[in-house]
């Protein structure tokens, strides 16, 4: 997992909206199987390790249900550290008859998709080895190909599945926004993320240190979509994470002089790109 520690620049952390705290605990426990870290009234926080936290839920008060073409999280993407623990979960989701929303071979990696019980959508997938992957011109070839599952069921058979394995990572985020303007700035030019892979004006892959991509962008929700309330379903916000805190600091220099915000809570740091996507700045 080179790509998910320095020196790179990589998601690591989200927080999620949820409406029902039980349904959703046995969702990521049973069906994922993730570990609870600690639970403190309306705030969860899921980890593989028992140490790290992955992914944290609340549940705001007068919460409302997933609102359609907005802003905000289109997909999370679990990176399993292997095909054998991919072909297991699958595996498991199969025979607890959990709908699945896709699957599908990306040449750089092979992904399932499914949601959880809100709605907020999920990536499962593991990496192919990045001497495999194709650049040309600075770009990676990525593609969306039918997933070969007969072959990853087969792998997974020998694995009857418990929980994430060790090594379990959040390996990247997918976001919706309102349109491009501006984007480029926020995630290149501020917080130091290079273009790896443009589809048209309808999608944008980013990543630091050659991956194919810590974030993806996309205006499928349509250009001009606006950000959901505070209250509903979806994601608070994700975490991004510098290597040092002298990369941290000109990050926040940086996106100051492109005047955008920069919020300091309790010795954090959070910023929102100009769709109003809520990220929280942290140092490995």
Same mark, same amino acid.
């Given at each position: 997992?080179?790509?998910?520690?320095?020196?790179?620049?990589?998601?690591? %952390?989200?927080? #999620?909206k949820? =409406?029902?705290?039980?349904?959703?605990?046995?969702?990521?426990?049973?069906?994922l199987?993730f570990r609870?870290?600690?639970?403190?009234?309306?705030?969860?926080?899921? *980890?593989?390790?028992?140490? @790290?936290?992955?992914?944290? /839920?609340?549940?705001?008060?007068?919460? /409302?249900? @997933?609102?359609?073409?907005?802003?905000?999280?289109?997909?999370?993407?679990?990176?399993?550290?292997?095909?054998?623990?991919?072909?297991? /979960?699958?595996? !498991?989701?199969?025979?607890? @008859?959990?709908?699945?929303?896709?699957?599908?071979? !990306?040449?750089?990696?092979?992904?399932?998709? /499914?949601?959880?019980?809100?709605?907020?959508?999920?990536?499962?997938?593991?990496?192919?080895?990045? $001497?495999?992957?194709?650049? $040309?011109?600075?770009?990676?070839?990525?593609? =969306?190909?039918?997933?070969?599952?007969?072959?990853l +069921?087969?792998?997974?058979?020998? +694995?009857?599945?418990?929980? #994430?394995?060790?090594?379990?990572? #959040?390996?990247?985020? !997918?976001?919706?926004?309102?349109?491009?303007?501006?984007?480029?700035?926020?995630?290149? *030019?501020?917080?130091?993320?290079?273009?790896?892979?443009k589809?048209?004006?309808?999608a944008?892959?980013?990543? $630091?240190?050659?991956?194919?991509?810590?974030?993806?962008?996309?205006?499928?929700?349509?250009?001009?979509?606006?950000?959901?309330? %505070?209250?509903?379903?979806?994601? =608070?916000?994700?975490?991004?994470?510098?290597?040092?805190?002298?990369?941290?600091?000109?990050?926040?220099?940086?996106?100051?002089?492109?005047?955008?915000?920069?919020?300091? @809570?309790d010795?954090?740091?959070? *910023?929102?790109?100009?769709?109003?996507?809520?990220?929280? #700045?942290?140092?490995?």
């Amino acid at each position: 997992m080179g790509f998910h520690q320095p020196p790179s620049t990589f998601v690591n %952390e989200i927080q #999620l909206k949820v =409406t029902d705290f039980e349904r959703s605990l046995t969702f990521y426990q049973d069906m994922l199987g993730f570990r609870i870290l600690d639970q403190t009234g309306e705030l969860v926080r899921l *980890t593989v390790d028992g140490k @790290k936290t992955l992914i944290t /839920l609340t549940r705001p008060d007068d919460i /409302l249900p @997933k609102q359609p073409r907005t802003t905000g999280l289109y997909h999370f993407a679990i990176l399993l550290p292997d095909r054998v623990s991919l072909g297991a /979960l699958l595996q !498991h989701l199969v025979r607890q @008859k959990y709908p699945l929303q896709g699957a599908s071979d !990306h040449l750089v990696s092979e992904a399932v998709y /499914l949601a959880d019980p809100d709605g907020n959508g999920i990536e499962l997938y593991i990496d192919r080895p990045s $001497s495999e992957w194709t650049w $040309s011109n600075g770009e990676v070839k990525m593609t =969306t190909d039918p997933l070969d599952a007969e072959s990853l +069921l087969a792998e997974g058979a020998s +694995l009857i599945w418990k929980q #994430l394995p060790a090594g379990t990572v #959040l390996g990247h985020i !997918h976001m919706h926004v309102s349109d491009f303007r501006d984007i480029e700035d926020f995630y290149c *030019t501020g917080l130091g993320f290079e273009v790896v892979t443009k589809f048209g004006d309808q999608a944008l892959f980013i990543s $630091s240190e050659g991956y194919h991509h810590h974030i993806g962008l996309n205006t499928w929700a349509g250009v001009g979509a606006s950000a959901p309330p %505070e209250n509903s379903v979806g994601i =608070t916000w994700f975490e991004v994470v510098f290597p040092s805190s002298d990369a941290r600091h000109k990050a926040i220099e940086r996106l100051e002089k492109l005047d955008f915000s920069i919020e300091e @809570k309790d010795n954090e740091f959070y *910023t929102n790109d100009p769709s109003k996507n809520k990220i929280k #700045l942290s140092v490995f």
